[in-house]
Every structure is written in C-alpha cells, then in structure tokens.
C-alpha cells in the first residue's frame, strides 16, 4: 500500500512559503510612513532609528527595506516548514523527521496509537511514550484513516488514561529517584524549556513511569507490559 504523509498539507506549505514572503514585501513597504507617522506624534522613543528609517523612503533605501523584508520572510517560511513534525505512514515503519532530526519506530514494535490534544502520541509494548509530538492537524480524521489503512493499532483516546495519577513533590507512592526526576521536569516545564522537559520524560520512563503534561502539571503512571 502506498506510503501517507502527515503534517504540513501541500497547500500549507504553499499558503506558507507565499505568504510569509508576501508579508515580509508587505512589511518593508510600510515602514517608512509608519516610521513618518509615528515622528508627527507629540513624543514617541527612539527617535534616532524611526528618523533613519523614514530617510529611506524612496530610491535605493526603500527598495533595500522591500528586500529585507522579502529576505526575512523567506526564512521566517523556511523555518515554520523545517521545524514542523513530518510522519510518513508505511506497513512496516513509521518515520519521523522534525528539523534536522529523523527517527524510525518498526510497526513491530507499537502498541498503541492516539492523538492527545494536538500531540500524536506512539506507544511501544511497554506503554512507553516513543513518540509524543505536536502534530499539525492532528485533530483530523485523517490522521487516524492514515494509521488504520496500514493495519496500526488506533486508538479513540490513551487506553491507560485511567491509570495516570497527579504529580506532586516527594509523593510517597513513587521511589525517590523518580520523584527527583520529576521534580527536575517541573523545573523545566515552568522554564519553558520543551527539549529538557522531553529528555526527562525520556529519564522517567527508563525508571519504569511515564508522564503527561496538563500545562505546567505533571501526571504519572507505571508502565504497562502489553
């Protein structure tokens, strides 16, 4: 069977790669005459970098603001496509590529498949979370009609939903190296800082749990041998 692509559809990256260009045209064109507004008003900041950028509005100058502005549009498309999740869909694999990163899961080794919010979530004959990753139109049947023509095994919600139970510090019910593990990923998730809370994601599951986020709190539970 032919292999499906998820992700970005053709025409999102076109409206993409169009429009931010565009934007960016859009953008440098204005400029000088909201620079030149801004200067009539009574006081405004930073009077020195608006008056420079009003100078430029016309010959040579304007049409270096127009360039800027395309050129900044161009990366700022090539950056939204290149860092958007890629999943090609095949009856013996999936594979991943986000940015630079690319990742193979063997359909052997999958158990479970479901989308969680806007995250499609991959999990392995031990409940492990192999995947966990933004997905755009993740929301859509077609996500699932892509899973089930390959003979994956899909799934409505998480089917060890029940089993997750609230983080909080020092929980009894958990060893302590798992709880320092935790409290480390609470750390990471109040800073915003989405790489570090995936790699102890990864930490606590190599500890036999694994862990789900509702915003800044963290749920728990044990793996599951399927």
Do not use: C
Not at 118 to 131: T, Y
Not at 147 to 164: E, I, M, N, R, V
């Amino acid at each position: 069977m032919a292999e499906h692509e998820l992700g970005l559809s053709r025409s999102d990256r076109w409206l993409i790669w169009a429009g931010f260009p565009v934007a960016g045209l859009a953008v440098g064109w204005v400029l000088p005459v909201l620079a030149r507004w801004l200067l009539s008003l009574p006081w405004v900041p930073f009077g020195g970098p608006l008056r420079l950028v009003a100078a430029l509005d016309s010959g040579f100058g304007r049409a270096a603001l127009i360039g800027a502005g395309l050129l900044l549009g161009l990366v700022f498309a090539f950056v939204a496509v290149h860092e958007t999740l890629r999943v090609t869909v095949a009856d013996a694999e999936l594979r991943l590529r986000l940015g630079d990163t690319a990742r193979t899961v063997p359909r052997g080794e999958v158990s479970a498949v479901f989308v969680d919010g806007r995250h499609l979530v991959v999990l392995d004959r031990e409940s492990r979370q192999v995947v966990r990753e933004r997905l755009e139109g993740a929301g859509g049947t077609r996500v699932a009609a892509a899973f089930q023509a390959h003979g994956y095994p899909w799934q409505k919600d998480d089917p060890y939903a029940a089993l997750f139970r609230r983080w909080v510090p020092d929980l009894p019910d958990l060893p302590g190296s798992v709880n320092a593990v935790l409290a480390a990923r609470a750390v990471a998730l109040t800073n915003k800082s989405v790489t570090d809370a995936a790699e102890l994601r990864d930490e606590v599951q190599k500890l036999g749990y694994t862990v789900r986020d509702d915003g800044t709190t963290q749920h728990w539970r044990p793996l599951v041998r399927s």
